[in-house]
């Protein structure tokens, strides 16, 4: 999970402020998409390029002043990144921006939102004509591919780039979900958004001049002017010297952007709009549906103290908002909206090796300080992948003496992988499946119907799932009210998490021989009992 910035000073602007000033209003905003770190590379055409790497929160960049800074240095353009926490990072010269360490108008700085699913091909390609390579980064694959496509087509002719074209090659060669900014050496700004459309790329032309690009609309809150979304397979290039920008289709066919769902549900500031609508709608939407479904299961103890509805930080207080709306019109159920659980460290801790999250969940997590003794709650939250964060909730809220445990989640089962940025690597590693392995033959067929299973297997995954997990109920929100509550209906929205049906061929290949070997396994298993 990542988040991309850029900023380009018009030459017609009579603003004081530089690139990097708009940065620092910017980057900030797009937090919630990593609070690992961030890095930016700077233009400017009298002083070459800048970069700034940190491991601080991408708030802090808003705080750099010039004893940080070059005084003299005003960037006419420049790209940022955001991170989070990441095993392929492995040193601080793996922080994005990365360059290709040329010199003069060769030189390239790349930034990306998203993931190659054929990453490993490309790379193994890149190798074999000798393009070194020095990290295990997506971003610098698609850094490689440029830099081979450059040279062999227009520095070694000493021909202007043409990026049209260049992208055009990147656009079919590459697997995956790609949101870019790219700078080069003449100050050129290049921003691709690939075919997939998965990871989003928004565009916005200030009254004071300036070009402003971000993975999210929110980046631009507070600031005037017009804002264009970057359609699949297609580029915006920024003459460093006229400012000339230049909107260009690089596809073979044209698409529809099907943002990824994890974008709606969890990854986008609540502000962000997608398609008209904000995420803090859809996601209170959401809790008042999710609420129908649960209150049922829910204990009626009219001498007992009302449940309290809490969330997951973070994320979680819309889904809980709309919950508690919802239940506090069921006459028979007694309910107050409270906070029972805070956070310690701003880390996600949805991406990383098994060891490190469990680690990072057990620092991450505590109690608020609410009494919670001999009290039912209900935990609401967007999804439920692992079950080890719940888990590890559950655990922490019965330990000081909660009565019960209920968790409300705000989307269906997630069923599938996720290779396009959100670093879910495999099948074996969500609950869902955990529980598959329990299941009798015919509900283990039934439930390889994934969105379309019987209610009545998937009261069954939920109750096991809530076992699992030490919870009094799991209650997900079904397929079909689900589909009815994303913006502008789910034509626009990739649903592979819940469906199994991945958004490029690359990636359903891989899912398919992932879940293939899944069952072989258990097949063998058993028939070794």
Not at 97 to 119: E, I, Q
Not at 142 to 169: G, M
Not at 301 to 314: C, D, K, N
Not at 489 to 499: M, Q, Y
Request: proline fraction near 5%; glycine fraction near 8%; include cysteine.
């Amino acid at each position: 999970m990542s988040g991309v910035a850029g900023a380009f000073v018009l030459p017609s602007s009579r603003s004081k402020k530089t690139a990097y000033d708009q940065l620092k209003h910017m980057v900030p905003k797009l937090e919630n998409r990593g609070q690992a770190g961030f890095g930016v590379a700077a233009f400017m055409h009298e002083g070459g390029f800048q970069y700034t790497k940190s491991c601080r929160p991408p708030g802090k960049l808003a705080r750099i002043g010039h004893d940080e800074q070059d005084a003299r240095f005003r960037a006419n353009v420049a790209i940022a990144h955001v991170r989070t926490p990441s095993f392929t990072v492995k040193s601080y010269a793996d922080l994005q921006p990365l360059d290709n360490h040329k010199a003069g108008l060769r030189h390239l700085a790349v930034c990306l939102n998203g993931a190659l699913v054929n990453a490993d091909e490309l790379r193994e390609e890149l190798r074999t004509e000798g393009h070194p390579f020095s990290s295990k980064l997506d971003a610098e694959v698609l850094l490689r591919l440029t830099d081979r496509i450059c040279q062999r087509d227009y520095w070694q002719h000493a021909l202007p780039v043409d990026y049209e074209k260049v992208f055009q090659e990147i656009d079919r060669l590459v697997d995956g979900a790609v949101s870019a900014l790219m700078l080069d050496g003449l100050g050129n700004l290049t921003a691709f958004r690939n075919r997939s459309g998965l990871r989003p790329l928004e565009f916005m032309q200030t009254e004071d001049g300036f070009l402003l690009f971000a993975s999210e609309n929110s980046a631009f809150y507070g600031l005037k002017g017009q804002i264009d979304e970057i359609r699949p397979s297609h580029i915006k290039h920024v003459n460093g010297r006229t400012g000339d920008c230049l909107d260009r289709f690089v596809g073979r066919d044209r698409h529809s952007p099907k943002l990824c769902a994890y974008e709606t549900l969890y990854l986008a500031n609540a502000r962000t709009m997608v398609r008209g609508q904000s995420n803090l709608t859809t996601r209170r939407n959401i809790g008042l549906n999710l609420g129908r479904v649960l209150w049922p299961q829910l204990p009626v103890e009219t001498s007992s103290a009302p449940i309290i509805v809490a969330s997951m930080p973070r994320t979680g207080a819309p889904y809980a908002d709309g919950l508690f709306s919802s239940l506090l019109k069921q006459k028979a159920v007694l309910v107050e909206r409270d906070e029972v659980v805070a956070i310690g460290c701003h880390q996600r801790t949805l991406i990383g090796v098994l060891g490190e999250r469990k680690s990072l969940i057990s620092q991450k997590y505590r109690l608020n300080g609410r009494n919670v003794r001999n009290r039912n709650i209900i935990v609401a939250d967007e999804a439920l992948i692992r079950g080890d964060t719940s888990r590890a909730i559950t655990k922490m809220l019965l330990g000081a003496g909660a009565k019960a445990v209920h968790w409300a989640i705000g989307s269906p089962p997630i069923v599938a992988p996720n290779y396009y940025g959100m670093g879910i690597e495999t099948i074996d590693e969500l609950a869902f499946w955990r529980i598959w392995k329990t299941l009798p033959t015919e509900m283990r067929q039934e439930s390889l119907r994934f969105h379309r299973i019987a209610p009545q297997t998937l009261e069954v995954i939920q109750r096991k799932i809530a076992l699992s997990i030490n919870a009094a109920t799991v209650t997900y929100l079904p397929f079909q009210t689900f589909l009815t509550l994303l913006p502008q209906g789910h034509d626009g929205i990739d649903l592979s998490a819940f469906t199994f049906e991945m958004p490029t061929p690359a990636g359903q290949k891989r899912a398919n021989e992932n879940l293939s070997r899944f069952i072989s396994d258990q097949l063998e298993k058993k028939s070794s009992e």
